[in-house]
């Protein structure tokens, strides 16, 4: 990256460009070596593991910016404490301690707005089973940001730490439900569509249902990884990177309501690149794949769950998209997804 | 689910994975039945590569066949001083809006998006009707950067027609296919045998726009839909008249393509546009292959209503592309990204030089993201 080279909107798109920002930037300068068993930050996973007697500590951070603030199935209040809950359940830390949660908010933000925000948020808590236990809030002036920004940070016990690098070859891996809904909703509602009715936000906490996942698959599962910013795809190439596999995706048996499949080909934009706020992608030897699998269905948020790819030693780093009328590779987004016209 | 999305587009029968086997089959034999290899096909539409690409077709075509994709992506052939005009509009006060794929179409400088990021404004709109309506709610200049060719130049001369506000303009970018074509044909070294025509320009021109083009160059023309089965049986039908040594026009597209295409959409388009010679980016100068504004329409043709500052993007010397990009050549099919000196060094997806690195379906991103062109036939 040169000096004068200027931050766009790629670099928080969740693609190469973000990670390579990350890398040189932040990795470079600022991660220390990690103790035995332990996550830091060079590892670029959800979140951190420290050690704690015989468990481990996990921590993770994440500030929240979305427009609209509302959309249909949630807004940011919901969408902050579920992004913290869900990246330390990918780590396999369902068991909460607490969030804090900071908000920098602009001149001229409704006060009415602010307390629907809070509401969603202390619903979104206790769906989830945890409490904000410290803040801080912090006004800019008219202009400077938009509207409302909020970092919540997490802190959660496990036993045992799922990282994103476990995959074998022969494993297989689970979405835990429809993919798209929360990009596409979105980006429906920002664009002005006028598809709004249909599509809806997928966000919400998956602690509970991840922590069903853990108790099915126990040692069985692998790797874990939320796919938010840059979608399924992105999510498994990080995967499949970092575990030196291939991964190969039936696209038939990836779930997707009507509603994205439709706006999705309307658009020409591949669901697999889009993000979702309430979802995990669940790598497990194959010998634990029913049980898993059972388990979730039987989870309100698991019902749609599918087991959509499989590991093989072949092509690693790569993901292979088996179409039903033949085989594609799918590339990791750079940027964020644009409309085409051709 | 309920709604207007009832339809269900998962049950198209455009999407009969058994049909498709049947297809790839019957390709597969039709190749080997001209004995000998490779059979070199080209398509020029960036919508049957976007469909090649998104069902992984390309893995299930025969080794022997050679299916190349032409210069039909209007995005990637979008030249660099198009590309300047847009960003120097942007950057002189004036709203651009466009079709979100043009916003990484890099420019001498920079593209639109690298313009948007320094504060420039640029809106994205999923069609001309929608740049009208911003324009409406505004009393500021809004420039619609127009691109695509003839389906998008018809919605966009509709729009012109139907008495827009005062304030919206054109950029157009918009250009011509049958012109291109002639300029494949006829490159000395082709080993082109036969055209894929995308099906929805010809529902706009009618097949009866490509008899002449079959008559000049004895190369047969079939005309193609944009599903997976629509494809493959356009390839089967090519590849037959390839091996009959017939030249011939045909229609595969029937359920939207005619003899005389759509006439009131045809008198729009020209009634709004006139063809003019023009470079089409990493390609050539394609004589007729650029739609631009008729002189009724200058008070909304942008490069007449704006003086367009290039110098200061320019630095004084006005862009060249690299005169050692190959493009031209890949894109004919008489040369591959590793013959081209730029390929993976000078050229790369960040700052592309030719077209075929612009496009995630361009010959040369593909190699250059894979490695290569990959080979997964051995993934079972």
């Known amino acids: ?342 | 689910m309920s709604g207007p999305f009832d339809v269900g587009v998962s049950e198209l029968k455009y999407r009969d994975p058994a049909r498709a086997r049947a297809l790839g089959e019957a390709l597969t034999r039709v190749t080997r039945e001209i004995g000998r290899e490779p059979v070199s096909v080209m398509h020029v539409c960036g919508s049957h590569e976007q469909a090649i690409a998104r069902f992984g077709l390309r893995a299930s075509f025969p080794k022997a066949l050679d299916v190349i994709m032409g210069p039909g992506c209007p995005v990637c052939i979008t030249d660099l001083p198009e590309v300047d005009e847009a960003v120097a509009l942007s950057e002189q006060g004036v709203t651009v809006a466009t079709y979100g794929d043009m916003l990484r179409v890099p420019g001498t400088s920079k593209s639109l998006a690298d313009a948007q990021g320094e504060g420039a404004r640029v809106e994205v709109v999923y069609s001309v009707a929608q740049a009208v309506e911003l324009a409406k709610k505004s009393d500021e200049e809004l420039v619609f950067f127009a691109s695509g060719f003839e389906t998008t130049a018809v919605a966009t001369a509709a729009a012109l027609l139907a008495d827009p506000p005062e304030n919206f303009s054109v950029l157009s970018a918009h250009k011509y296919i049958p012109p291109v074509m002639e300029i494949v044909a006829e490159m000395p070294e082709t080993r082109i045998e036969g055209f894929l025509a995308a099906g929805h320009a010809a529902t706009i021109t009618g097949y009866g726009v490509f008899h002449q083009f079959v008559r000049r160059h004895r190369l047969p023309v079939v005309v193609a839909g944009f599903e997976p089965l629509d494809i493959l049986a356009a390839l089967v039908r090519l590849v037959e008249l390839i091996a009959s040594e017939r030249a011939e026009v045909v229609n595969m597209y029937p359920r939207c393509v005619t003899r005389d295409g759509n006439a009131r959409a045809q008198e729009k388009l020209w009634r709004v546009f006139r063809p003019i010679g023009g470079r089409w980016r990493g390609i050539a100068h394609v004589p007729n292959g650029n739609l631009r504004l008729r002189d009724e329409f200058a008070r909304f043709d942008a490069r007449r209503r704006f003086a367009i500052d290039l110098a200061r993007l320019w630095a004084g010397t006005p862009p060249r592309l690299s005169a050692q990009c190959i493009c031209g050549d890949i894109m004919a099919g008489i040369a591959s990204p590793n013959d081209c000196v730029l390929f993976g060094k000078d050229c790369v997806p960040e700052a592309p030089v030719g077209a075929c690195m612009v496009s995630s379906e361009g010959t040369c991103k593909i190699w250059h993201q894979y490695g290569g062109h990959p080979d997964l036939g051995d993934v079972a």
Not at chain 1, 23 to 51: C, H, I, Q, S, T
Not at chain 1, 68 to 79: K, S, Y
Not at chain 1, 192 to 210: F, K, M, N, T
Not at chain 1, 256 to 279: C, T
């Open chain 1, 1 to 342: 990256m040169r000096g004068d080279e200027r931050i766009s909107m790629k670099h928080g798109a969740g693609g190469r460009a973000m990670r390579s920002l990350i890398e040189n930037v932040f990795v470079r300068g600022l991660a220390e070596p990690n103790g035995d068993g332990e996550v830091g930050l060079a590892d670029m996973d959800d979140g951190a593991a420290l050690r704690l007697g015989d468990r481990y500590l996990v921590i993770t951070t994440d500030s929240h910016v979305i427009s609209p603030i509302f959309f249909p199935g949630g807004d940011i209040g919901r969408l902050a404490v579920s992004g913290t809950v869900n990246d330390l359940a990918m780590m396999g830390a369902t068991e909460l301690v607490a969030l804090t949660c900071a908000i920098v908010v602009e001149e001229g933000f409704l006060r009415s707005d602010l307390e629907r925000v809070q509401e969603s948020m202390s619903a979104a808590c206790r769906e989830a089973g945890v409490r904000v236990v410290t803040g801080d809030t912090k006004v800019m002036g008219r202009g400077e940001l938009d509207g409302l920004v909020i970092n919540t940070a997490g802190v959660a016990l496990a036993d045992r730490v799922v990282r994103d690098n476990g995959l074998r070859p022969g494993d297989r891996i689970l979405v835990t439900g429809t993919i798209g809904d929360h990009g596409l909703a979105v980006l429906a509602l920002r664009k002005s569509l006028g598809l709004e009715g249909e599509l809806r936000s997928d966000v919400a906490p998956i602690g509970s249902l991840v922590e069903r996942a853990l108790a099915a698959g126990g040692e069985a599962i692998c790797a874990m990884k939320d796919p938010t910013r840059g979608g399924v795809a992105s999510s498994l190439h990080e995967m499949a990177k970092k575990s030196g596999v291939g991964i190969v995706i039936d696209e038939q048996a990836i779930p997707l309501s009507e509603a994205v499949r439709a706006a999705a080909e309307l658009l020409g934009i591949d669901p697999l690149h889009v993000a979702n706020e309430g979802k995990a992608l669940i790598g497990m030897r194959s010998e634990a794949a029913p049980r898993v699998l059972e388990a979730l269905r039987a989870h309100p948020l698991g019902r749609d769950a599918q087991l959509i790819g499989t590991c093989i030693a072949e092509h690693p780093g790569s993901v292979i998209v088996e179409t039903g009328f033949g085989k594609r590779l799918i590339a990791e987004l750079d940027g964020e997804p644009l409309p085409r016209i051709c």
